[in-house]
């Protein structure tokens, strides 16, 4: 049973969500808030497994609550925002602050709630289901500003990341039954036909359920002179990606924005899809670049990894590929694509991720040459690009 309280400055939204919740038969609704001060009194006094939260109320607004109950009482937290600009900043830098996914209040109202039912209830299941634990921040990169302030939360499945040795390598197929250990490679396994100064590589990366929160630490880790160009595809809605692009671009060194259509792909630049967009790569004649479409979803997903990462495999072993944190299986199919093409594999080991689905199905295929926590994978890409 998942005990939710939700926090909400409106009588609607908390009447929708509570008899939302009272409909399921795995949900239990503890109370509910009229604002952040009353929500933080009432996770202290319930210790819910979930909270909801509105960004803006009265008295004290979500991030303020948000700060605190990270801090002082931390669990799951689902934020609940409005498709404003306002909104999606406010929002990221509640995903920042450790908020573990966000409920987008279509068209700015409550109206449509309905509508978005089992959206909602998947990410507060998934939410629920992860385990927050609360310590000093961890920097994004030496020398990086972060999102939000210290000590803020660190969201994993366990306390310490394994040490073993590797014991299996690159193309060995991995039991996915038990735990898979950390798995680094070495040197850059395969035939590359690119430039060995990395000129002619593209890295192509996929994530979704706490992907902000993951990219502060992997974009933050990549250097200004990245010799090549970095396509993120991160699951959101429109607004929402101009303001993770903006975020991240004031705390990396390398430049980041939301891809626009035709962007010639420059070296130490990355694009992140913008929602409700497929974001592909193709060649041109200043070299590559980036083409956007509103082609049908895959199954819910527009912007979709695979879209981006099969695209890609027409510059074969020139493609280094990423896999974040994120539910379901996105990615998993471009990126045997990439494998069989020549491309290199890197995915996130299970212990930093917020949501062990994507890369799951990726390391369950054998495909990853690497699987990394999260703090190395930025290195692990500029070695791939430079080898």
Do not use: W
């Amino acid at each position: 049973m998942i005990r939710v309280l939700v926090a909400d400055d409106s009588a609607f939204m908390r009447m929708v969500l509570s008899d939302m919740f009272k409909k399921q038969p795995d949900f239990e609704l503890v109370d509910t808030a009229r604002n952040g001060k009353d929500a933080i009194e009432k996770v202290k006094k319930y210790n819910p497994d979930l909270l909801t939260m509105d960004i803006n109320m009265p008295v004290m607004d979500g991030l303020q609550a948000l700060k605190i109950i990270m801090k002082e009482c931390p669990l799951p937290v689902v934020m609940c925002s409005s498709m404003t600009k306002e909104g999606a900043d406010a929002t990221i830098q509640a995903l920042a602050l450790g908020a573990v996914d966000f409920i987008n209040k279509t068209g700015g109202s409550v109206s449509a709630i309905d509508t978005i039912e089992t959206e909602i209830l998947t990410k507060c299941r998934a939410a629920a289901s992860i385990k927050i634990k609360s310590r000093p921040g961890m920097s994004a990169a030496s020398g990086a500003k972060t999102f939000g302030e210290t000590p803020r939360p660190v969201i994993s499945r366990r306390v310490d990341i394994p040490v073993r040795k590797p014991i299996f390598t690159p193309r060995q197929a991995q039991p996915a039954a038990q735990e898979q250990p950390i798995k680094r490679a070495a040197p850059v396994m395969g035939v590359r036909t690119g430039s060995s100064d990395g000129r002619n590589k593209i890295v192509v990366l996929g994530t979704s359920t706490g992907g902000p929160k993951a990219l502060q630490v992997v974009v933050a880790g990549l250097p200004k002179d990245l010799p090549c160009g970095v396509l993120i595809v991160q699951h959101m809605p429109p607004g929402f990606t101009k303001s993770l692009a903006e975020r991240l671009n004031e705390i990396c060194q390398i430049s980041v924005k939301e891809a626009e259509n035709h962007d010639i792909i420059e070296a130490g630049h990355v694009y992140i899809a913008p929602g409700n967009y497929h974001m592909t790569v193709v060649p041109c004649q200043q070299g590559r670049e980036i083409v956007l479409n509103q082609d049908p979803p895959l199954g819910t997903l527009r912007p979709a990894a695979d879209v981006l990462f099969k695209s890609a495999v027409r510059f074969g072993s020139d493609v280094v590929s990423v896999i974040l944190t994120g539910m379901g299986q996105d990615g998993a199919v471009g990126m045997k694509e990439i494998k069989q093409a020549g491309g290199y594999i890197i995915a996130e080991h299970e212990s930093t991720c917020v949501v062990y689905g994507m890369p799951k199905a990726v390391v369950d295929q054998g495909i990853a040459d690497e699987v990394l926590p999260l703090t190395e994978i930025a290195s692990a890409i500029v070695r791939a690009v430079k080898h």
